[in-house]
């Protein structure tokens, strides 16, 4: 079936350094990926998506890019503040279709080192 | 955020007992979902429902049954066939019926076995 595999699993950087969590998947129809942060015991929280008609998105102190031929998008965080310790769950879909489901990642749980 | 309520936060299960996860949803959302969060793995999908009065397995349902009576309500029941329930359980939603489009979490009930 279908997957997404998300790398690293754990990933600890210092504070105020830059953060990245790259995801790969199968599905070639894929068009949307999202990015969930969930802190720990709570809900995901969507924080930004990308469509794969662009190749880059940017709010803030995030940024998603996306490599359709490769099959594999990123998430980046500059700047890390003690705050963005969460797991991060990344995921792929097909918008538009009401047979194909989204597909999450393993997540990866990021550490903020003081 | 609100719009999805989860029930209850915590929730313990004896042998050979079935119990019962809450989830309502005020979004008037069409499709919703239960997902299962295990330590170091992202999220899978157990059941979803598109419409009312129709429901579908997701990746492993074994074990588990839901009811779609309601627009608002899409209740998980853990039979006594799942022989390790402990997990952290979530249920989702989504506008229409295309289930590649971002979901809104709730936040979460932990089961447990006593």
């Known amino acids: 079936g279908e997957n997404v595999e998300q790398h690293p699993s754990t990933l600890s950087v210092q504070e105020g350094d830059s953060a990245v969590i790259k995801c790969t998947y199968s599905?070639?129809?894929?068009?949307?990926f999202p990015w969930y942060k969930q802190e720990l015991g709570k809900r995901p929280q969507l924080i930004i998506d990308i469509r794969s008609n662009v190749g880059e998105k940017k709010d803030q102190r995030i940024a998603v890019t996306l490599n359709k031929t490769a099959k594999h998008f990123s998430l980046h965080i500059t700047e890390t503040q003690p705050e963005d310790s969460a797991v991060y769950l990344c995921a792929a879909s097909r918008r538009g279709s009401s047979a194909s489901k989204i597909i999450f990642g393993s997540g990866t749980r990021l550490s903020i080192r003081p | 955020d609100g719009g999805i309520t989860q029930s209850p936060k915590y929730l313990f299960r004896k042998e050979g007992q079935n119990v019962t996860l809450s989830c309502e949803q005020n979004l008037n959302h069409d499709a919703m979902y239960w997902y299962r969060q295990d330590p170091g793995q992202g999220l899978r999908l157990i059941y979803y429902s598109q419409i009312v009065n129709d429901f579908q397995k997701g990746d492993i349902a074994e074990g588990y049954s839901v009811s779609r009576e309601k627009k608002e309500s899409f209740p998980l029941t853990v039979t006594s066939a799942q022989k390790n329930p402990t997990a952290f359980y979530l249920c989702?939603?989504?506008?229409?019926?295309?289930?590649?489009?971002?979901?809104?979490f709730g936040d979460g009930t932990r089961l447990s076995i006593l």
């Open positions: 599905d070639s129809a894929s068009n949307y």
């Open positions: 989702a939603s989504g506008a229409g019926t295309d289930l590649g489009q971002p979901q809104h």
